[in-house]
Structures are given as C-alpha cells and as structure tokens.
C-alpha cells in the first residue's frame, strides 16, 4: 500500500523589537530556531523561506555627505604657479556643507557661496591672484518650461581674460578620480567633465536638471537569502565579472514608496519576495538597508519591520510492508 507524500510548515516571525544589535540601518537578530532547523526530512529534504512583510524607515538622510559627495574642482587661468622655469596648472578642492537640501534654490545659494567665498579670499591659489568677477547660481528663468529647474552659471562682472573652470563630475582628470570616487554631478544636473566660464561666454546651463534624491533605489539584504543571482566584479575590475548569489531580499524604487517623511515598503503579495534560505541551520541573521550600489544608507532614526522564515518538511511515502520482504534478514531462505 503506498502511502502520499505529506508536508508540514513552521513559522518564525521576526520584527524590530527582535533586533539584538547593530544600528538601524545594519543590524543582526538572534533567536532560537531550533524548532524549525532540526529536521531533514527524508530524501526530498526540507527548504526554509525567508519573506519581507514590511520595512519602513525615515526618508531624511543626506543628499549631500561628508566623503561621499561633498566635494568638487575649480580651475581657471590665474590658478596658475611659477615654480622656477615650470609652469603647472593648480586645481582646488572645494567642500559642500554636508545636509539634506531640500530645494534647488538651496543647493544654488550654498554653491554660489562657497565659489565666490574662494575666488574672492586673499589667496585662493598660489600667488593670491583673486578674481574680479562673481559666479552666481540660479534657475533656467523661464517658470513656463519643462526644464525650469535647471541651473544655470553666470560669471558676472568678469575681468578680461578671467576664466573659471569647474567640475563637478567623475570625469575630471584622473588624479580627482581616485581623490574623489563619488561625485554630486548627477544631483545637480551634470555629467559633463568640465565647463569653463569666460568673458566672451560667461553663461551656461547645465544639461539635466537637479536630482536631489540620490537613493532612487533601495536595496534590503539579508546574509540568509539564495534565491537570486547578480554580476560581482572584483575591485578595479569593469567587466568579465562572476555570477554569484545575490544577497538582495527585496529592491524597489523609493520615489513610489515615500509616505509622509518615511520610505514604507508593504509587500502585499506573501509569494512575491518568498526566496529560499541558504542554509537549514541557523540561529542569526543579518540585515542591511543600501542604495543601489550596496552603500548603507545613512538615515537618522530607526528602522520598523517584519519579516517571516517559513520551514517547510516533507514526509515521503513509505511501503512498510515490501520495505520488511526486501530485508535480507526477513526474506525466506530457499534449500535444495
């Protein structure tokens, strides 16, 4: 007589009360699994499930941060230095304050700041060759068009010959690149190396507008997660990547998912986000909320979630009764 497979399911519901250390935005929960591990179930094996329910968090962290993209170049004709018979172009560093900008008339003011505050100090560059003429900031005129909020840069006043060159993108020279590996050029609306301001033409638009949220896309990991796979490269590497297990629960775009002044995600579907643990023996597990480039974000509050770890054993059919005749110590003996 056959008998049917049959199965059983435990469950383990975790959510931020359980977080036993960590910060809110990489944090590690211990608990006891041993009701829900111990069990192999037999040839078909068991499998563990791990789904989000929910995460919500506060949507405040910085859109510009300190060593992250906070810094940019200027350039121009008197950030020029005699050293003995060499002449060398010199580049300064200058530092955005750190903060959320929340508008783009705030971005314009701090920038227009910052410019003229160095290219009119006693010494901006070697030789203290200050400027004449101002930088300012401010958006495409025109409140009718698409692209209003595009900056525009104007050299006002400019002294003749006075140029000033700016960059705010990763395609700088590549000594900026390795000083300077993240880049505000896409939050003010720039992918352009460089743009120079002169005299004959002292003003320019930038190409794109401003994107002020720079966490488009949200990423939660998990350390117990196996489902899914993506292209790993090692550091300096461009291409020709490995495929690895992806330690991704759940990503979704943060623009449709802002609630008030917190980002809540609500997984609606219990079947949707399901992915297969990668291990049947567990006790901890790991969670980390990045961007879409695996950085943490760094938002200032506390982190609220649920999530639940499914077990699920089968118990296979078994014949007892042909299992005892196929025994070598059960079947009969025959004699001649």
Known sequence: MAFPFSSTKNWINLSSADRTSGTSNDFTIQFNSGGITNDSGGYFGSKSYINPIFFSFPNNAFNIQEDFNNVFYVSGNKFVANIGNVVQNTYKALE?????YQNVGQLTTQLT???NGFLKS????????????????????DPTQLTYNKINFTFANPAAGETVN????QGTP??????NNQNFGSVIGTDENVFTLT??????????LPNLNIYDIIQIKCNLTRSTYELELKPGQSSNGVLSPSLIMVAFPSANFVVNDNILFTNNNPLLYRQIMNTSNYDSINIQICDKNGRKIPFFGEVDFSITIERETYTEP?????????????????YQ
Do not use: C, W
């Open 166 to 169: 700016l960059y705010f993108s």
């Open 199 to 208: 005299v004959a033409e002292p003003q320019h638009t930038l190409p794109y």
């Open 318 to 334: 078994v014949n007892l009764a042909r299992a005892k005749d196929q025994s070598p110590y059960t079947a009969p003996m025959f």
């Open 113 to 115: 700041s910052i410019i």
């Open 96 to 100: 955005l304050t750190p903060g959320l």
């Open 122 to 141: 006693s010494d901006p560059v070697l030789g203290g060759n200050t400027y004449t003429g101002n930088v300012n900031l401010g958006q495409v005129l």
């Open 174 to 179: 590549i000594s900026f690149v390795s000083i």
